[in-house]
């Protein structure tokens, strides 16, 4: 059984940089295709990336290319959202989200599990 929860969220100013956590306390971590997403105040949960099992293959939102990166170390059961250059619009509560497809899928509805979420506030 997959149980997600993120952490690092928190207050900071445009331009920095925050990085997130999102620890698995299952087994099965490391055949699990692990994603981010996000959701602003009055807007649809939206993709931000996501980490094949292998952590070779990674894609992302044009909104945060160049910005953020994932990762993932399998031998702590955590993948890590590392977001630089923050900026006001990227404000939101984030998600991890783990999936056991293979691929690409920025579909919310691809992934089965959710951790509850951290709130990343930017301020201008």
């Known amino acids: 059984q997959v149980q997600l929860v993120e952490s690092g969220g928190g207050l900071v100013q445009a331009g920095d940089s925050l990085r997130l956590s999102c620890a698995d306390s299952?087994?099965?971590?490391?055949?699990?295709?692990m994603a981010w997403f996000r959701q602003a105040p009055g807007k649809e949960r939206e993709f931000v990336g996501s980490?094949?099992?292998?952590?070779?293959?990674?894609y992302y939102a044009d909104s945060v290319k160049g910005r953020f990166t994932i990762s993932r170390d399998s031998a702590k059961n955590t993948v890590y959202l590392q977001m630089n250059s923050l900026k006001p619009e990227d404000t939101a509560l984030y998600y991890c989200?783990?999936?056991?497809?293979?691929?690409?899928?920025?579909?919310?509805?691809?992934?089965?599990?959710w951790g509850q979420g951290t709130q990343v506030t930017v301020s201008s």
């Open positions: 989200a783990a999936t056991l497809q293979v691929g690409i899928f920025p579909d919310r509805s691809d992934y089965d599990y």
């Open positions: 299952g087994r099965t971590f490391s055949r699990y295709t």
């Open positions: 980490i094949s099992w292998s952590a070779r293959n990674t």
